[in-house]
């Protein structure tokens, strides 16, 4: 029988990290920060990156639902989660790209509850766009790259991905297929088990935040060692959406996306719409 697990998810660059490190403070909690073992070793559909040598030649996807769960593979994974947990009453799991694998999720831990962070796509397309720069992003020959253009064929988004000439261009395609797609998942699996946040959020009311976090985690501490934490340790490091002009190819790319989760595509909020619980 699996032990209480929560899965933290949201497009790349998102604040994933820092949210996961945030929750991480609170007591009983052990988080795990881009452990791709847990996830590459006992499923090899969920290497996108090419981290296993085995996996690099098969036909994966980026997307994954109940019906890529194997017995076999979830049997590994508790165990694996179990090494890691370290005595910790609770396991906080982060890997961005299970942004796409909610369903997946939600099969593999019945129980799980899940955060899920969304961030103004122009913001997180810069950020992409850098880790891209550098060689950070798409793994063993652009193999992430592959998969995320196959996905977005698979969507018919041809046009979309004609305009991804730049790597700012491409974190935009990424991050309009992460929020859609986790999006279908959420109405799929029900919206109870998922508590969606803002990125913007995070930053400007971190305290706030933490208490909804633990309430949705039932955190025995109510969100006081996450308030501690925060306090002086979370601020923007890089220009706001308002901060300069969006890219060319924001409107055409990602224009409705931004709009359906309450951002403007020239930069900012145009309104809050209720995201999940």
Not at 23 to 47: H, K, M
């Given at each position: 029988?699996?032990?209480p697990?929560?899965?933290?998810?949201?497009?790349?660059?998102?604040?994933?990290?820092?949210?996961?490190?945030?929750?991480?403070?609170?007591?009983?909690?052990?988080?795990?920060?881009?452990?791709?073992?847990?996830?590459?070793?006992?499923?090899?559909?969920?290497?996108?990156?090419?981290l296993?040598?085995?996996?690099?030649?098969?036909?994966?996807?980026?997307?994954?639902t109940?019906?890529?769960?194997?017995?076999?593979?979830?049997?590994?994974?508790?165990e694996?989660?179990?090494?890691?947990?370290?005595?910790?009453p609770?396991?906080?799991?982060?890997?961005?790209?299970?942004?796409?694998r909610?369903?997946?999720?939600?099969?593999?831990?019945?129980?799980?509850?899940i955060?899920?962070i969304?961030?103004h796509?122009?913001?997180?397309?810069?950020?992409i766009?850098?880790?891209?720069?550098?060689?950070?992003?798409?793994?063993?020959?652009?193999?992430?790259?592959?998969?995320l253009?196959?996905?977005?064929?698979?969507?018919?988004?041809?046009?979309?991905?004609?305009?991804?000439?730049?790597?700012?261009?491409?974190?935009?395609?990424?991050?309009?297929?992460s929020?859609?797609?986790?999006?279908e998942h959420?109405?799929?699996?029900?919206?109870?088990?998922?508590?969606?946040v803002?990125?913007?959020?995070l930053i400007?009311?971190?305290?706030?935040?933490?208490?909804?976090?633990?309430?949705?985690?039932?955190?025995?501490?109510?969100?006081?060692?996450?308030?501690?934490?925060?306090?002086?340790?979370?601020?923007?490091?890089?220009?706001?959406?308002?901060d300069?002009p969006?890219?060319?190819?924001?409107?055409?790319?990602?224009?409705?996306?931004?709009?359906?989760?309450?951002?403007?595509?020239?930069?900012?909020?145009?309104?809050?719409?209720?995201?999940?619980?």
């Amino acid at each position: 029988m699996s032990e209480p697990i929560a899965f933290l998810t949201g497009c790349g660059r998102s604040g994933t990290s820092i949210l996961g490190t945030l929750i991480g403070a609170s007591p009983g909690v052990r988080y795990l920060n881009d452990y791709f073992r847990i996830w590459v070793e006992p499923f090899p559909q969920c290497d996108a990156w090419g981290l296993r040598e085995d996996t690099r030649l098969r036909d994966n996807t980026i997307e994954l639902t109940e019906a890529d769960l194997s017995r076999e593979g979830q049997d590994r994974f508790w165990e694996i989660a179990g090494e890691q947990r370290r005595g910790n009453p609770l396991l906080v799991e982060k890997i961005a790209l299970n942004n796409f694998r909610l369903r997946f999720l939600a099969a593999l831990a019945p129980n799980a509850k899940i955060v899920n962070i969304v961030r103004h796509g122009v913001e997180v397309a810069r950020s992409i766009a850098k880790r891209i720069e550098v060689g950070q992003w798409y793994g063993d020959n652009d193999r992430k790259w592959h998969l995320l253009e196959r996905l977005a064929l698979q969507r018919g988004l041809d046009a979309e991905l004609k305009l991804c000439t730049n790597d700012v261009a491409r974190g935009l395609l990424e991050w309009r297929m992460s929020v859609e797609v986790a999006h279908e998942h959420v109405r799929a699996i029900g919206d109870d088990r998922v508590l969606q946040v803002r990125y913007e959020d995070l930053i400007t009311d971190a305290s706030a935040l933490s208490t909804r976090i633990a309430k949705h985690l039932d955190l025995s501490d109510g969100g006081a060692a996450m308030q501690s934490w925060a306090d002086g340790r979370i601020e923007r490091k890089n220009p706001a959406s308002t901060d300069l002009p969006p890219p060319s190819e924001t409107e055409h790319i990602a224009g409705d996306a931004l709009r359906t989760l309450g951002y403007n595509p020239a930069g900012g909020l145009l309104a809050r719409p209720t995201l999940a619980r």
